[in-house]
Structures are given as C-alpha cells and as structure tokens.
C-alpha cells in the first residue's frame, strides 16, 4: 500500500519568505509527527497530532513555526519569515495509534529545505 | 527519559554478522527498545523492537539481557545495501514523539 508521501522533495527559498511543507499520512493513521534533521544531525522532534487531540507543539523551535493537520489527514507545517538555521530535511511520519510505545512511525522520504 | 548510548560509527565487510550494542542504564519497567535504520536521502524505517530476551524477524535480531540495561541488534551476513545509520530508541512513544540519539553509522565494505 501507499506509504507516508511529502512534498515537495525540494524547496529552495530565500532568507525571509514563508514556506509549507506538506505531509499525506497512511490512511487510516491516527498519528502523525513532524520531525527535523540538520546536515549530519540526527533527528529533532517537532509536533505531534493524535486524532482530534490538542497537538503536542513542544518541539517547536520557535513561534516562526506552526502545522495543522485538516481532518485528521493530510498536515502542513509553515515556517515563517525563514531563517538559515531552518535549512534541513524535514522528515514526517505517521503511526496506527500513536500514544503507545510499541507503535511504530512510518517516515516519509522528507521535504529538503534550503534557505539562501 | 532513558538516554541511550552507541557507538557513533562501526566498519564491517560483507558478509560477516555485525552487532551494535545500545546502552540504556536508566530504562524504566514499561520501556520497550526499538530500532529504527536510515539510509541517506531518507526517512528512518523501523527494524525491530523488543522487551526482553531475545526477538528475531525477517531482517535482524535484538538480544536483551535480563536487567535491560542494554541491548544488541543483531545483523547477520550484512551486505552493501546494510550501509545506513541504525538509531536505538528506548521509551520510544513519549505521548508520541520519539527522542533519536546520534544513531551508529555502519559501513559495509565489499
């Protein structure tokens, strides 16, 4: 079956502009997560959506970023006014149920952000 | 939170069994220890995952001791295509999020 899509691949965009990344879960997963990973870093939690629970946003690095998730499937995250330091590959995943910790993340191939 | 604690890179050749070993001396009584790989230019893919002794799939193997402080993924006869940086994760759903480390970058050499 079809796996966690995102798009773009790429996206190249200048210091100050705003961005969206998009994510298509597997359908069917509750829980969908966004995560970043910096050049030869691993990965950095972001946001997590369980069903129509109120996200957990503590991963944020800042007020620059935000994501929704529109019925409880396909989720955006918007980075505002980027910056440099936001130039990584931002990696989504979604799971059956999420909350438990033998539920397994299925990752996408991730949408490379570079910011000139 | 359990912290976990591999080595950061591991050279191995063809063909032979490669085992990484993941510290987690803080591993509380509900954790599980799961593990994920990721090749370069892409998302992690989840191995294995266990609780205690031994568990073996199609891909690998993860030893666990009894006092769980520890773990051993297990690959044998690795080939080329093994090259990928393997992340262990212990409490890997904390209320969702999974808390990567640095991960152990194994190169298979032919």
């Known amino acids: 079956g079809a796996g966690v899509s995102q798009s773009p691949s790429n996206k190249v965009t200048e210091k100050g502009k705003d961005v969206e990344l998009r994510c298509d879960p597997i359908s069917g997963h509750t829980a969908l997560y966004w995560y970043r990973q910096s050049l030869g870093q691993g990965l950095e939690f972001l946001i997590y959506?369980?069903?129509?629970?109120?996200?957990?946003k503590s991963g944020l690095p800042s007020d620059r970023f935000s994501a929704e998730r529109t019925g409880g499937s396909v989720s955006t995250l918007t980075i505002q006014r980027t910056q440099q330091e936001d130039s990584a590959v931002y990696l989504c995943?979604?799971?059956?149920?999420?909350?438990?910790?033998?539920?397994?993340?299925?990752f996408g191939p991730g949408t490379r952000l570079t910011v000139l | 939170l359990a912290k976990t604690t591999q080595p950061i890179s591991m050279d191995s050749y063809e063909g032979q069994e490669v085992n990484i070993t993941c510290s987690h001396n803080n591993i509380a009584t509900n954790d599980y220890i799961t593990w994920y790989q990721q090749f370069p230019s892409q998302g992690p893919r989840f191995i294995i995952q266990g609780y205690k002794t031994k568990v073996t799939n199609e891909v690998a193997s993860l030893f666990i001791p009894a006092d769980r402080k520890s773990s051993t993924l297990s690959l044998p006869r690795v080939s080329l295509s093994d090259t990928a940086v393997y992340y262990c994760l212990v409490a890997a759903n904390q209320g969702g999020k999974l808390i990567f480390g640095q991960g152990t970058e194994l190169s298979v050499k032919p």
């Open positions: 995943a979604s799971s059956p149920m999420g909350r438990s910790s033998t539920d397994t993340q299925y």
């Open positions: 959506f369980q069903g129509n629970s109120a996200p957990d």
